[in-house]
C-alpha cells in the first residue's frame, strides 16, 4: 500500500517554482475596485457626479439670443445625495457575508428580503415587532441554512436580521434596551427551559455598540429530537449606532455548539452587519452599490427617450443608482424629502434640452402618496416666488394629469417685470402603488411652444414604458397588500379536516363523527383569564365561510374548524387577539370555583404562523381523572384553522400529546396555501 | 496591512494556497481563479485582513467558499463561472501522480478531504483546523485517521492489478 502522507506533502509542493498568474499589483486593483464599489469616497464622487450633471440641469440659459443669459432659477438642481441616506436594503447583512464558519460544509444563503418585520416574529424572544417600538423603517433579511455539498436546505435552522431606524438616537437607545430585555427575560413557545446567556461586546469598527448574546432552550419537538438529546441555540448580535438598530437572529438545533467564543458565527457576521448599517448614516458614506434592489436593474427607465446620437450634448446617462437626486426648492425653501427604500435615475441632456426621470420606491403605498403630496403641496404653496436678482420671477401651477394611480404636473413659468417669458420647465410626478416617478423636463424640452398642456402631454406620452412598469414594482415594494379582499374566501370542496395520522375514526354507538361540515361546530368557545379566545367558530359560527368537524367518544372530544377570512390582516388580527390571551394568562379557573386551570404554551413547529397551547386542572377534587383541553390555531394566508382536543389529560400527557397535534395542524396546514397570495 | 506586505504574503503564499485548495477542489484552474479573488477581497478587506491571526487561514477559507459557491451556482443555472480576475489563466501541467492522488481526494468524504489537505498540505495543526473547521479537535482527529486508511486503499486501487473493493466506510 503506497503511503498517502508522502504523497499528500509533496502535493503541497507541486506549484513551487510556477510562475504566479498574475503580479500582486494587479490583484491589488482589483481589491481596489471592490472596495471603491463598497465605499464610494464620497467628496471626490459627489462633486464629480456634481459638475457633470449640475450642467446640463442647472446652468439653463434664457435671454432669447442674448448673450447676458440669467440662469432659470428657481429649478430642479442637483444636490449631494449622502448626506443621510434612508435606510435601504443596502443597510441589511448581504448573503455573502452570512457565514457559517465551519469551513464551508454549510453556508447562509439569503432566501428573502421585505419591508417590515415579516409576518413571522424575528426571534422567539421578540415580544413585539420593532414597529411596535416606534421604528420609522424596518427591513427584514432572511437567510437559508444550505448543505453547500448537496444544496439542501435545512429548516431546522434559521437566521435573520432585521434593522430598524428610529426618530432619534435616543429613540434607538430605548428601543435596544428593551430588544435586549427581551433576550435576558425570555420563554420562547413551547419551551420549558431557557437558559440566557450574558450579552458580551463585540469589537465592530464602526460608532455605536454591538453585543452578542448565546442563549438555550429546549425541549426540540420530539418529531427532530426523539430522543431528547437537542437543544436549540439562539444566538443573538445587536447593533446599535445612532438612531438604527439591527438585530441577527440565529438558531440552530443541535446537542453542542462546537465554537470558539470569537469565531461564532454572529459574532464573524456581527462587524460586517454594522458596516452595512451604518452606510448613509451620516458617516460619510454613501449607500453601497450592490446590493438587494426592489427596483430591477433592467428597468426601462430611459425608454421612450431619443437615442443619444440626436443629442448636442451628453446624451443619455443611465439608469442607475449613481446619479444624484432631484432636488426642489422654490420661494427660497428647498423641498425636506421623505425616507424611501430605493431609487433609480437617468438623464437626457442635449444642447438647452434636459430631461430627468427619478425612480423612487417607497416603504408603502401610504408612504409614496404622502411623497407625492407633499411635493405638490410644497409648490402650490409658493405659488409664486420671489423677484431674482436678474429680474426674473416664477410662478407655479400645480395641475392634476391623468397617469398612474396618482399623477400632477407643476409648471415652473418665468415671467420679467410682469411679462411672459417662453422659458420655463415641468415637471410631472406620477405615482402608482409605493413608487413615484418624477419626470422633470427643463429647456427646450420643458416648455415647448410656451403651451403647458402639450408639455404635460408629450412627457406623458414620451414616458408610457416606464410608467406601464410601475405596475410590476407593487408587489415588489409593498409585499402583498394585506388589506386586500383575499382571493379564497370560501372553503375548498373535500378540505381533509378530518385528517388523521392513522385510521380515521368512524361512527359507532360510542363514537359520534360529526362532518366535515359548514354546520358543524368542530371548535368550541373557550376563555383565558376570562377573555374569549379567538379561534374560528368557537361559538360565533359563519357557515358561508367555515368548515367544522368533530369527533367525540368516551375519552374526549376533538373538534376541528377553517374559516376563510375576508383578508389576511383580519386572520392576522385573530391570530394577535389569541396569542394576547394566552400569553398573559398562566392560572385561571373555568368558573365553577373547584379547581385551577394552568395554561401552559407548547412547541408548535407547524412550518407556519401557529401557536399551540392548552390548559389541565392544577388539582382536582379527588373525583375523576385530571382533565385539560389542547389546542392548535394555524394561520396560512387568510385562513385559520383551529385544533381542539379535549380529554382526560394530566399534564405530562398533554405534553406529549401536544406534538402530535402540531404534525396533524402540518398536515392539513399544508392543504391551507391556496389562501395565500403567491402559494407556500 | 500596507501594499509592499500584502506583496510579500502573495508572493509566499499564493502556491500553497492554491495547491492546497487544489487538493480540496479538484480543479487547479478553478483554484487558482478563487485564490486569486480571495486575495483581491484580502486587500479589499484589509482592515479585516490585519486583525486575522492567520491571514493564510482567511484568504484560504474565501477562496474554498468561492469556489463552493460558484460550483453551486454553475451546477443550478447551468451557466459558465464568472472570471473573477481578468481572463483564464494559463497553468503550468501537474504531475501525473498529483492528479491521480487529488482523483482520489475527490472520492473522499469533503470532511475527511477537508482534514487531510488542512493537516497534511497546509501543515496546520489538530486544534488550529479544529477551529477553522469549527469541530472538536476529536472529530478532527478521527477524520484523519479514517481519511488516511480510505486514501490508502484508494491509492492501491488505482494500481494497475489491483483488488478494487470499493472504500471501506469505517
Not at chain 1, 390548559?615 to 394566508?637: H, I, K
Amino acid at each position: 500500500m503506497s503511503d498517502p502522507i508522502e504523497k499528500l506533502t509533496r502535493l503541497g509542493d507541486a506549484m513551487e517554482g510556477a510562475p504566479m498568474p498574475l503580479p500582486a499589483s494587479e490583484i491589488r486593483a482589483r481589491g481596489d475596485r471592490i472596495r471603491r464599489r463598497r465605499h464610494i469616497v464620497v467628496a471626490g464622487a459627489s462633486a464629480a457626479v456634481v459638475a457633470a450633471v449640475a450642467v446640463p440641469v442647472v446652468a439653463l440659459t434664457i435671454g432669447g439670443g442674448s448673450d447676458d443669459k440669467p440662469e432659470l432659477a428657481p429649478s430642479p438642481t442637483i444636490s449631494d445625495p449622502v448626506a443621510t441616506a434612508p435606510l435601504t436594503t443596502e443597510n441589511l447583512l448581504t448573503g455573502e457575508d452570512a457565514v457559517y464558519p465551519t469551513g464551508g460544509m454549510v453556508d447562509w444563503v439569503e432566501s428573502d428580503t421585505y419591508p417590515g418585520d415579516g409576518q413571522a416574529a424575528f426571534s422567539p424572544c421578540a415580544q413585539q415587532s420593532l414597529d411596535g417600538l416606534g421604528a420609522e423603517a424596518v427591513l427584514r433579511r432572511d437567510f437559508e441554512f444550505v448543505v453547500t455539498e448537496t444544496n439542501e436546505v435545512d429548516g431546522t435552522n434559521y437566521l435573520n436580521e432585521v434593522i430598524a431606524e428610529f426618530p432619534s438616537a435616543a429613540d434607538a437607545e430605548a428601543a435596544y434596551a428593551e430588544i435586549k430585555e427581551w433576550h435576558v427575560e425570555c420563554l420562547p413557545p413551547g419551551a420549558d427551559r431557557y437558559d440566557a446567556g450574558d450579552f458580551a461586546a463585540v469589537p465592530v469598527g464602526v460608532e455605536g455598540t454591538a453585543e452578542v448574546q448565546l442563549s438555550t432552550y429546549r425541549p426540540v419537538d420530539e418529531s427532530l429530537d426523539p430522543t431528547g438529546d437537542l437543544g436549540y441555540f439562539l444566538e443573538t448580535g445587536l447593533v446599535l449606532s445612532g438612531d438604527r438598530v439591527a438585530v441577527l437572529s440565529q438558531s440552530i438545533v443541535g446537542q453542542d455548539y462546537n465554537f470558539e467564543a470569537d469565531r461564532r458565527p454572529i459574532v464573524v457576521m456581527l462587524p460586517d452587519a454594522a458596516r452595512q448599517l451604518v452606510l448613509g448614516n451620516g458617516d460619510g458614506q454613501p449607500s453601497e452599490p450592490g446590493g438587494t434592489r426592489l427596483i430591477p436593474d433592467d428597468f426601462p427607465l430611459a425608454a421612450g427617450w431619443p437615442d443619444s446620437s440626436q443629442a448636442d450634448g451628453e446624451g443619455l446617462e443611465g439608469p442607475n443608482r449613481t446619479l444624484p437626486s432631484l432636488e426642489f426648492s422654490a420661494c427660497d425653501a428647498t423641498f425636506a424629502e421623505p425616507d424611501y427604500l430605493d431609487r433609480l435615475l437617468a438623464t437626457w441632456s442635449g444642447a438647452e434640452d434636459y430631461r430627468v426621470r427619478q425612480l423612487t420606491v417607497y416603504a408603502d403605498a401610504a408612504a409614496a402618496t404622502t411623497a407625492t403630496d407633499e411635493l405638490v403641496d410644497f409648490f402650490r404653496s409658493c405659488g409664486t416666488g420671489p423677484v431674482r436678482d436678474d429680474g426674473y420671477r416664477t410662478d407655479y401651477e400645480v395641475v392634476p394629469v391623468d397617469a398612474g394611480e396618482q399623477a400632477w404636473a407643476v409648471l415652473q413659468r418665468d415671467s420679467f417685470e410682469g411679462a411672459e417669458t417662453p422659458f420655463g420647465s415641468t415637471t410631472v410626478v406620477v405615482r402608482v402603488g409605493a413608487a413615484v416617478m418624477i419626470l422633470d423636463h427643463g429647456g427646450h424640452a420643458g416648455y415647448p411652444s410656451g403651451d403647458g398642456q402639450a408639455a404635460i402631454a408629450s412627457i406623458i406620452d414620451e414616458a408610457a414604458e416606464p410608467i406601464t412598469a410601475m405596475t410590476a414594482l407593487r408587489q415588489a415594494a409593498d409585499g402583498p397588500d394585506l388589506t386586500n379582499p383575499a382571493e379564497v374566501t370560501t372553503i375548498p370542496d373535500g378540505f381533509p379536516l378530518g385528517l388523521a395520522i392513522s385510521e380515521p375514526p368512524e361512527e359507532d354507538g360510542g363514537t359520534n363523527v360529526a362532518g366535515p361540515g359548514a354546520e358543524v361546530a368542530g371548535v368550541r368557545a373557550q376563555t383565558a383569564c376570562g377573555t374569549p379566545l379567538a379561534m374560528p367558530n368557537a361559538g360565533s359560527p359563519d357557515p358561508e365561510h367555515e368548515l367544522g368537524y368533530s369527533v367525540s367518544d368516551i375519552e374526549g372530544y376533538d373538534g376541528r374548524t377553517i374559516r376563510a377570512y375576508p383578508t389576511v390582516e383580519a386572520a392576522l388580527d385573530e391570530m394577535a387577539s389569541l396569542r394576547a390571551a394566552v400569553q398573559g394568562c398562566n392560572r385561571d379557573d373555568d368558573g365553577d370555583g373547584r379547581s385551577d386551570r394552568r395554561w401552559r404554551t407548547f412547541s408548535s413547529d407547524t412550518g407556519y404562523d401557529s401557536v399551540t397551547f392548552g390548559y389541565t386542572y392544577d388539582g382536582t377534587d379527588d373525583v375523576g381523572a385530571p382533565a385539560g383541553q389542547l389546542y392548535t390555531v394555524v394561520r396560512v394566508g387568510n385562513a385559520i384553522l383551529a385544533i381542539e382536543w379535549a380529554g382526560e389529560y394530566s399534564a405530562e400527557l398533554m405534553a406529549d400529546s401536544a406534538s402530535t397535534q402540531v404534525q396533524i395542524a402540518r398536515g392539513i396546514g399544508a392543504e391551507m396555501c391556496v389562501f395565500t397570495v403567491d402559494g407556500c | 496591512m500596507e501594499a509592499q506586505e500584502f506583496d510579500e504574503l502573495y508572493a509566499a503564499s499564493f502556491r500553497r494556497i492554491t495547491s492546497q485548495v487544489y487538493a480540496m477542489i479538484g480543479d487547479l484552474d478553478e483554484a487558482t481563479e478563487c485564490v486569486q479573488e480571495a486575495f483581491a477581497r484580502a486587500w479589499a478587506n484589509r482592515r479585516k485582513l490585519d486583525k486575522a491571526e492567520y491571514p493564510e487561514a482567511w484568504i484560504r477559507t474565501t477562496a474554498y467558499r468561492l469556489a463552493v459557491s460558484r460550483w453551486r451556482r454553475t451546477r443550478l443555472a447551468k451557466r459558465p463561472t464568472d472570471r473573477a480576475v481578468g481572463s483564464h489563466t494559463q497553468l503550468p501541467a501537474v504531475d501525473e501522480s498529483h492528479v491521480a492522488l487529488v482523483a482520489a481526494l475527490k472520492k473522499l468524504p469533503e470532511a475527511q478531504r477537508q482534514a487531510l489537505v488542512l493537516h497534511h498540505i497546509a501543515d496546520l495543526p489538530v486544534h488550529q483546523i479544529a477551529a477553522e473547521v469549527g469541530v472538536p479537535e476529536g472529530t478532527i482527529k478521527a477524520r484523519l485517521s479514517r481519511g488516511r486508511t480510505a486514501l490508502a486503499a484508494l491509492l492501491t486501487d488505482e494500481t494497475p492489478g489491483g483488488l478494487a473493493g470499493g472504500m471501506s466506510h469505517v
